[in-house]
């Protein structure tokens, strides 16, 4: 049995969780908060092997700083549980310590699964409904994709990044690639509408 705590400010959603997730006899929910305070002070009381984290929460805990702690309780397990997904995120939150992320409009079949994959030790489990390249996203490639986000000018980005517009462009060409684009143009339209 997987013992499960949900972690979400709005009551409702976090009711629906709950109910959704312990129908199959697969998942116990073992705990509920609403803060990232109540959160961490109950996570350390009944030390739940997963734990279903809302983006966004009220506390004097960051979201950050409550994800860190969570990861050392042992055996303790992070899935972020999100109302959106920006692809910008997804994996930042998978390389601080997350070891999932879904969304709240997933299936709760799904849920369930991502959940079991993470309990029996899978990383980098993300909702169905996020394309797949999102994971392979290094943190320099983000972090370009951010630059070439601020302005949206090639050559501007190229100087505060330290590179010659000619390579800058090269990177660029190879990053569309990578997440099924065919132009630099369409990957910076892209990287602005996904929260780079």
């Given at each position: ?33 609403g ?23 009220p ?5 950050q ?36 992320y879904?969304?709240?409009?997933d ?36 972090m ?17 990044l ?30 602005k509408?996904h929260?780079?």
């Amino acid at each position: 049995m997987i013992r499960l705590m949900v972690v979400d400010d709005d009551i409702e959603s976090r009711k629906e969780a709950v109910s959704q997730l312990a129908d199959g006899g697969l998942i116990e929910v073992v705990g509920e908060a609403g803060t990232s305070d109540e959160a961490w002070q109950i996570a350390k009381q009944l030390l739940p092997n997963v734990i279903l984290l809302d983006l966004h929460l009220p506390g004097f805990l960051t979201t950050q700083d409550l994800l860190k702690r969570l990861c050392t309780l042992p055996n303790a397990k992070v899935i972020m549980y999100a109302s959106n997904a920006k692809v910008a995120d997804v994996q930042d939150w998978l390389e601080a310590g997350a070891c999932g992320y879904i969304l709240k409009s997933d299936r709760s079949a799904l849920m369930r699964m991502t959940i079991l994959m993470v309990s029996r030790g899978s990383k980098g489990v993300i909702s169905a409904s996020l394309p797949r390249y999102i994971t392979r996203l290094t943190y320099n490639e983000r972090m370009i994709l951010r630059h070439l986000t601020k302005r949206g000018k090639l050559k501007k980005a190229a100087e505060r990044l330290g590179f010659s517009e000619d390579e800058l462009t090269e990177i660029a060409m190879h990053l569309a690639a990578k997440v099924e684009l065919d132009s630099v143009d369409k990957l910076i339209n892209w990287a602005k509408k996904h929260g780079f």
